[in-house]
């Protein structure tokens, strides 16, 4: 009966809209598909909305709007009408998580005399944007975006390091929405727990020429938003003189086009923590494709850095030279890895300068060894070596035979570096180049307009076990952000360990751990989105545990479907993705032990062979210890697994 009521209640919502459209405040309304999810719009002097789902109150009288330098506001005054429509169309993903994804929604558009409002009720989130009816130029002096919540609830929130210049990797922290620190900036995306297992999570998308919002807090249960102000002069500068150091700002956001399209702002609800981690609501509301991107190819790359050169029983010194590099062509020739990575040290450190390569390097001999070998390269590129001879470095490099560039440390999301990034994955397309964005903000977008922009860091990755002890909680960490940073899209984390300590054994040391179980990295090659995945150990670790390196070699980068299985945020996670006729199956805890069932109703019609890896009987001292084994299932089957503290599961199912 309550459920009826509540139902009754949003009815009555939509229809005072309809009656009230012309009144001094006009109340409209846009309800989801489903009609779980309705944004109640409030239109007179300034703009506001609220969000209700299942009748229930999530956030109320939230301001919106816009003002131009030159005095002009958006989302206030007279209201001149508004209109509706409706889509439903699924459209193909390239290089993503599933082969197709479906764009349903009812949409609401408010016109004023200088912009729309455009607002989408989807059945998993409200998102809304601004367009402009500008004929020139103007520049954007602030913005209002408030998440006005209905109650004082507790939020998981990564707040930056050093004001509007960050890598936008850190732990999340959990408290309650009234105790964020005013002055503490909360970078996108930030979940709130609202109850009855309700998470929202605040994202955007669609962020090509405009500043990426930041969270604040006020002391009670409201958010607002920050964006950095359009920086005025740089100097080169910061880590190894690879970035832009901002010496001053304007006094205003952004400069902007006529007929400018903002980016849409993001309100998304999930009442299955699981339902986050397998969204799509960031990359449908991305442009459509920018041309043909056939050529795109994802794939595992053998990676250098985070495992110090890990090579033995060899007759050469290992480090930046060539043999080394081909001996990881080598290793990625022999078990179909599709790339190996260059990182930071190829070229001259310090210069910047991406035409000048250290002496040890024959580059043209190491690209052509690699195509005789089938294996592309990838270059790690500094920012600002990079953005400052763009188009010489990709039509020469690309030339050469190069395949892409991971590009690192622009630890920023103003208006300048936003266009820096929509040229860099044009221009890297024109030279047939993929990119992976190091020291990078959350997806935007970008990547379905820019297929080719293959991945994104932006999260506390295993590269910071490099540095840390066991006071930082990385299993925790692994099980909190696919729910979060996660929900924006692919991230850059770099799993693959072979040398794996449990809590009383894991160590901080030059050859790099990971705290948890070797099935809890191998359980990460399922859940974590990565397109360019890395294989973060080396070799000569690899070598050594055949077994393990077979899955990793086995297990795609993109998927035809994936499924949320179960989970529930900062605890454990359970996925499954689908390749062909092929499952792979994926779990993960934090340093809880944990049994789980996996219900294998996913599966089609037949007996289908599972390949098992789980932990072993004693990984919760020794976290090395696996077990590999072979069971026959079926669809209407259950799969029952033991995951120890830190622990996790890999299984692929065959027909």
């Known amino acids: 009966m309550k459920k009826t009521l509540k139902f009754l209640s949003l009815a009555a919502i939509v229809l005072a809209g309809t009656f009230s459209a012309f009144a001094a405040d006009k109340n409209i309304q846009v309800m989801s598909p489903d009609g779980h999810l309705v944004a109640s719009i ?25 003002n131009l330098t030159d005095g002009t506001v958006y989302g206030g005054g007279k209201l001149q009408k508004f209109s509706r429509r409706s889509a439903n169309e699924t459209f193909k993903a390239i290089a993503y998580k599933k ?35 500008s004929k020139k130029p103007f520049k954007v002096k602030s913005e209002t975006a408030e998440f006005n919540f209905a109650g004082d609830w507790n939020t998981w929130a990564g707040f930056s390091w050093n004001g509007f210049e960050s890598s936008f990797e850190n732990i999340y922290e959990y408290s309650a929405l009234s105790a964020i620190h005013p002055e503490k900036l909360a970078y996108l995306p930030q979940m709130i727990d609202a109850p009855g297992g309700v998470k929202i999570n605040i994202m955007e998308s669609a962020l090509y020429h405009y500043p990426g919002m930041y969270l604040q807090g006020d002391g009670t249960s409201k958010l607002h938003g920050v964006w950095a102000p359009l920086p005025k002069d740089l100097e080169q500068g910061g880590y190894n003189n690879i970035q832009e150091v901002i010496k001053s700002r304007h006094d205003y956001l952004a400069e902007c086009n006529a007929g400018e399209k903002f980016p849409w702002r993001i309100f998304a609800v999930s009442t299955e923590d699981i339902q986050m981690v397998n969204n799509d609501i960031v990359y449908r509301l991305g442009d459509a494709p920018k041309g043909d991107f056939s050529w795109v190819k994802p794939g595992k790359v053998a990676w250098d850095w985070w495992n110090n050169f890990y090579v033995t029983g060899v007759d050469f010194k290992v480090g930046i030279n060539n043999d080394t590099y081909k001996h990881y062509i080598d290793f990625a020739a022999e078990n179909d890895i599709e790339y190996i990575i260059m990182d930071d040290g190829w070229s001259t450190e310090g210069k910047a300068d991406l ?16 195509e005789g ?36 440390f622009m630890n920023r999301d103003d208006q300048l570096m936003l266009d820096f990034y929509t040229k ?26 820019y297929p080719n922009v293959l991945n994104y860091e932006g999260v506390y990755g295993l590269e910071n076990m490099r540095w840390t002890g066991i006071e930082v909680d990385m299993p925790l960490n692994d099980v909190t952000f696919p729910y979060i940073r996660m929900a924006a899209g692919v991230v850059d984390y770099t799993q693959g360990a072979m040398r794996n300590g449990s809590k009383s054994t894991y160590l901080k040391s030059r050859e790099t751990m990971s705290q948890g179980t070797r099935c809890h990295q191998l359980g990460e090659y399922v859940i974590f989105e990565s397109p360019l995945c890395m294989l973060c150990d080396g070799p000569s670790a690899y070598r050594k545990e055949p ?26 996670i359970l996925m499954a993705r689908r390749s062909g006729d092929t499952w792979y199956v994926g779990g993960t805890t934090n340093w809880d032990p944990r049994d789980v069932s996996i219900d294998l109703g996913f599966l089609g019609s037949g007996s289908w062979k599972a390949e098992i890896y789980r932990d072993g009987a004693n990984a919760d001292r020794h976290a090395t210890d696996y077990k590999h084994e072979f069971k ?5 089957d259950k799969l029952d697994i033991h995951m120890a503290p830190g622990g996790g599961f890999a299984v692929i199912l065959t027909r």
């Open 99 to 133: 082969a197709e994804v479906r764009d349903h929604y009812n949409e609401l558009t408010l016109s004023y005399k200088d912009c729309d409002v455009v607002f989408r009720a989807y059945d998993d989130c409200i998102a809304y944007r601004f367009i402009s009816k």
């Open 355 to 370: 035409f000048d390569i250290v002496p040890a390097i024959d580059l043209e001999e190491l690209l052509s060894y690699a």
């Open 42 to 66: 409030t239109a007179g002097k300034t703009l506001s909305y609220s969000v209700f789902h299942n009748g229930d109150c999530l956030m109320k009288d939230s301001r919106i709007g816009m």
């Open 632 to 636: 026959d299932v079926r669809a209407g």
């Open 424 to 449: 860099a994955a044009e221009t890297a397309a024109k030279y047939h180049l993929v990119l992976d964005f190091h020291g990078a903000f959350k997806p935007h977008g970008l990547n379905r307009t």
């Open 373 to 408: 070998k089938g294996v592309g390269i990838i270059l790690w590129a500094g920012y600002y070596a990079f953005a400052r001879d763009m188009e010489h470095v990709c039509k020469h490099y690309a030339a050469m035979g190069v395949k892409g560039f991971k590009v690192d």
């Open 547 to 572: 077994e393990c390196l077979s899955f990793i070699s086995r297990i795609p980068t993109v998927f035809d479907d994936s499924v949320g299985i179960g989970g529930e945020v900062g605890k454990y």
